[in-house]
């Protein structure tokens, strides 16, 4: 018997990375007839250092977040998904997105974006899909490709201009 996954989290962060794991992530909901949780992570962290710290900041980030998430429900829905939700969530992206959400939703199918970290960045600060690829209790699909599984990165590189 194939696997089916019926409770399918894609992460989304506004990345090019994460709007193709969306994507896909309608394909496999559709395919499956299955229930599509998006979830889009503010990380708290990054307001930590910010000595003019106020919440106008916070409730900004939300409402560009809201924005975002109820555009991607739209176009879910425009593809034919009937069982799809958004939530948006404050703390750690690695935990929220490996351990808290699929042990509130009963996911079985975390789609995330590859990283768009360079080897340094990752040293410096993690990846959040290495950390999900690591410790989620589900499985876990690392989109690197496009609809038509052309390379991302090929997918955005702009042509050289001619002289």
């Known amino acids: 018997m194939l696997q089916q996954y019926k409770h399918i989290l894609v992460a989304i962060d506004g990345s090019y990375e994460s709007e193709l794991a969306f994507e896909k992530a309608i394909a496999v909901a559709k395919r499956n ?3 599509l ?3 889009h992570t503010v990380d708290t962290r ?5 000595s003019s710290f106020d919440s106008a900041m916070v409730e900004q980030v939300t409402e560009t977040a809201k924005q975002t998430m109820e555009k991607y429900m739209q176009q879910a829905k425009d593809a034919g998904l009937q069982k799809v939700s958004y939530t948006i969530e404050y703390g750690a992206p690695k935990t929220i997105i490996a351990r808290d959400m699929p042990k509130q939703h009963n996911i079985d199918l975390i789609m995330i974006g590859a ?3 360079n080897a340094v ?5 993690g990846s959040v899909t290495e950390y999900v690829t690591r410790n989620a209790t ?3 699909l690392v989109v690197r490709t496009d609809l038509q ?3 991302a990165l090929a997918s955005t590189k ?5 002289k």
């Open 115 to 117: 990283t768009g970290l």
């Open 158 to 162: 702009k042509p050289k201009p001619t």
């Open 121 to 125: 960045e990752r040293l410096l600060i």
């Open 149 to 151: 599984n052309k390379p």
């Open 37 to 39: 949780f998006m979830v």
């Open 46 to 50: 990054a307001f930590q250092n910010v």
């Open 33 to 35: 007839d299955g229930e």
């Open 138 to 140: 589900c499985d876990v």
